[in-house]
């Protein structure tokens, strides 16, 4: 039994570390290269002609790219609870709704962007509003989408911390990662606390955004080269596992 199970846990590894990649480039491609090449900060006008000239960039990246991140974090959330749940399942299942609390907002802050392409894509909306009210309408529903994904990701800053206890205390993973994902989680908490309730930052500091990429980069490398360690993982499954 515990050899079948030690190559289940192992694909079942291997699929986070996957499911985390494309996340990295399903999410770089909706967050950072379609705003980039569409939005152009304080100037409402380009961005609604950028819009309307690369409406498919738009939906296919923005949105697509989106949905294909929301559908990955449901199915990595069920896999996380699987690989930890022998050290605790109580914090487990916590690290999996929280991250299933993130996903779930920023699949209603996708509403964002459709009300802009409905903005700009005409359908009667422009003949109620003037060029200058449809500018700042697409600005404001940006501005909100921008939001969204910020208080997203205040909920993420709850699984990254459980995620960073759960693997320091597993002894199936390196206590390094752990503790990577612990710091990450109070980078989480700064930065999404920060952007919500203060004004003037604008900007994610170097020293809060490299200990996030290296924990978010570390983990799921770890798990396509080297897995778990299954008979660790077996033990801690069918031996001394937390309720």
């Known amino acids: 039994m515990f050899n079948q199970e030690t190559k289940s846990i192992q694909k079942i590894a291997r699929l986070a570390g996957v499911l985390y990649l494309i996340i990295t480039v399903a999410a770089a491609i909706a967050h950072f290269y379609v705003p980039s090449n569409i939005i152009v900060p304080d100037d409402a006008a380009a961005t609604v002609s950028n819009i309307a000239a690369n409406e498919s960039l738009f939906r296919l990246g923005g949105i697509g790219g989106e949905l294909v991140v929301l559908l990955s974090e449901i199915v990595l959330s069920v896999v996380l609870y699987v ?5 605790n399942k109580t914090l487990s299942l916590l690290a999996a709704v929280s991250r299933l609390a993130m996903t779930t907002i920023h699949g209603l802050n996708l509403l964002n962007y459709f009300f802009v392409l409905l903005l700009v894509g005409g359908g009667g909306y422009q003949a109620a509003f003037d060029p200058a009210q449809v500018q700042a309408l697409v600005m404001l529903f940006l501005e909100a989408h ?27 993973f390196p206590r390094v990662l752990g503790i990577l994902f612990l710091i990450a989680g109070v980078g989480y908490v700064a930065d999404s606390f920060a952007l919500l309730l203060t004004t003037g930052y604008q900007t994610t500091p170097i020293f809060i955004a490299l200990p996030i990429a290296i924990a978010e980069i570390a983990f799921p490398v770890w798990l396509l080269v ?6 660790q993982w077996e033990k801690q499954a069918y031996g001394t596992a937390t309720a």
């Open 226 to 231: 080297k897995g778990v360690n299954a008979p």
């Open 146 to 172: 921008s939001y969204g994904f910020t208080i997203g990701i205040a909920f993420l800053t709850l699984h990254v911390l459980t995620l960073g206890y759960l693997i320091f205390r597993s002894g199936y």
């Open 83 to 87: 690989l930890l749940r022998p050290v």
